[in-house]
Nanobody, 120 residues
Framework: QVQPVESGGGLVQAGGSLRLSCAASRIAFSANHMGWFRQAPGKQRDLVATITSYGVADYADSVKGRFTISRDNAKNMVYLEMNSLKPEDTAVYYC??????????????WGQGTQVTVSS
């Protein structure tokens, strides 16, 4: 398998926190920029955050100041720390390689994603 494997989602109350993990093995992980995306029911998949191969992070305006993306190249892992969660953050979250800072998804395969549900 070459698709990423996401985990860490769940049900949380508004204002709560979650930490998502993405295992991206079997790719040249350290050489790739990585991103987190999310897709709410009936909506398109949107980019949430990216982190370059050299560690520069960028965020969508809707999550700036609340979410933190990080990576561990030794473990081929990328993380998304989500704080002050809002009901509008409810979505399935995916990770993938990206073309550039806040660029499009470049990986051929998508994982199953991890469901995040925020109750009001």
């Amino acid at each position: 398998q070459v698709q990423p494997v996401e985990s860490g989602g769940g049900l949380v109350q508004a204002g709560g926190s979650l930490r998502l993990s993405c295992a991206a093995s079997r790719i040249a992980f350290s050489a790739n920029h990585m991103g987190w995306f999310r897709q709410a029911p009936g909506k398109q998949r949107d980019l949430v955050a990216t982190i370059t191969s050299y560690g520069v992070a960028d965020y969508a305006d809707s999550v700036k100041g609340r979410f933190t993306i990080s990576r561990d190249n030794a473990k081929n892992m990328v993380y998304l720390e989500m704080n002050s969660l809002k009901p509008e953050d409810t979505a399935v979250y995916y990770c993938n390689t990206v073309s550039s800072r806040m660029g499009w998804a470049s990986g051929r395969y998508w994982g199953q994603g991890t469901q995040v549900t925020v109750s009001s």
